[in-house]
């Protein structure tokens, strides 16, 4: 009896130690895991046995697709002038022959779009913008030559401004759309901003109606003109005028972060196509039709020019604050001109651009 006692003190032993080791395990995963309210721990590098290499921790895969939306206003203030020379179909018109100048025509622009990013590298996105004019004034100057200052009696000889009247643009709208395919080229260290290229297309219409004629000079009173000062057509509209550009663009735009929240960004568009179509109705013209008096189409170039300061109010949301320039012109182009027996005139188109500058301000959700 007195040899079991040892036997059995090394068997309870024996066991202790056993049940010990089986509980380690356990226990070291129990001080792995963390408290409540404390940070976890990134999975150490695992082991590989059999190729004796170590595997690293998976990490997160980034969003395959971005979206965001946008709604925002550009206050705006726009210009489209046109010219044309008639000198090849009359000895008495000068070169050019008339001028008009459609100038602050005030539009505030409500605009909405939306953009797909796509493996945090190319991009589509597209806008559309529209709003009425608010004002604005028209300015139509006609020329004589020396020859047809002498028909007319001009004041004074030669060729010159024989006339000059001015109306109120207080009708019609602006519309545009925008569409981009872009790729991203570089990204700045830290993810602190990119730049990227982009080629799209753009409409974009100015649509204008004039009231009431005011007669500013006149050189040849009672055969050309009325006398300067008089006021006729109170509240009629007397001409309007629809101007429409299709245009390509390719551009490049960049964007970087400067504070936490605050992010500044750029873009310009060369557009090295445009193709114009612009409809006029001179309606106190009794010899000319009406649908349309004249029309001008041809070819041109141009440039788009944006500024942007971005504030996040929070993760998502976005505040946008910028400046905005569009311009496009015509360096080849026709002037028609339709009578109402339908006979059809055609001259050189001297000028034909238009110009929209202004604010823009919006809000920005992405996802």
């Known amino acids: 009896m007195r040899l079991q006692w040892p036997i059995l003190r090394a068997a309870a032993v024996s066991t202790a130690i056993i049940a010990l080791l089986a509980l380690t395990p356990a226990l070291s995963r129990a001080d792995e895991s963390p ?3 404390q940070p976890v721990k990134e999975a150490a590098p695992t082991v590989d046995a059999s190729a004796s290499t170590i595997v690293p921790p998976a990490s997160p895969k980034p969003n395959t697709v971005a979206v965001e939306f946008k709604l925002g206003t550009w206050l705006s203030t726009g210009e489209t002038k046109w010219s044309h020379n008639a000198s090849m179909l009359s000895t008495l018109v000068g070169n050019p022959t008339s001028a008009l100048t459609y100038k602050d025509v005030g539009t505030n622009i409500v605009e909405f779009g939306g953009k797909v990013t796509i493996l945090q590298r190319v991009f589509l996105r597209a806008d559309y913008g529209f709003g009425g004019v608010g004002g604005g004034r028209m300015i139509d100057d006609d020329f004589v030559s020396a020859a047809g200052a002498t028909f007319y009696g001009t004041s004074t000889p030669g060729a010159q401004l024989v006339s000059r009247t001015h109306s109120d643009i207080n009708g019609n709208d602006v519309r545009y759309f925008n569409a981009d395919l872009g790729v991203t080229v570089f990204t700045f ?23 009431g004629v005011t007669q500013v000079v006149c050189s040849a009173v009672g055969t050309f003109c009325n006398a300067a000062g008089t006021v006729s057509n109170v509240g009629r509209t007397v001409i309007s005028n629809t101007t429409s550009w299709n245009s390509l663009k390719i551009g490049l735009e960049g ?42 189409t041809g070819t041109g170039l141009g440039f788009n020019a944006e500024g942007t300061a971005s504030v996040r109010l929070v993760s998502t949301l976005f505040f946008d604050l910028g400046y905005r320039f569009w311009y496009l012109n015509v360096s080849d182009g026709t002037w028609r001109s339709f009578t109402r027996t339908g006979t059809v005139s055609t001259a050189q188109l001297k000028e034909l651009s238009s110009t929209r500058q202004g604010l823009t301000l919006g809000l920005r959700y992405s996802f």
């Open 255 to 296: 964007d970087y972060n400067v504070w936490s929240r605050v992010t500044f960004g750029g873009k310009a568009a060369f557009i090295p196509h445009t193709s114009l179509d612009n409809r006029d109705v001179h309606y106190l013209r009794t010899d000319l039709a009406q649908n349309p008096s004249f029309k001008m």
């Open 189 to 211: 260290p830290e993810q602190k901003g990119s730049l990227s290229a982009f080629i799209g297309y753009q409409y974009w219409r100015e649509a204008y109606s004039a009231t």
């Open 35 to 37: 408290a409540a309210g």
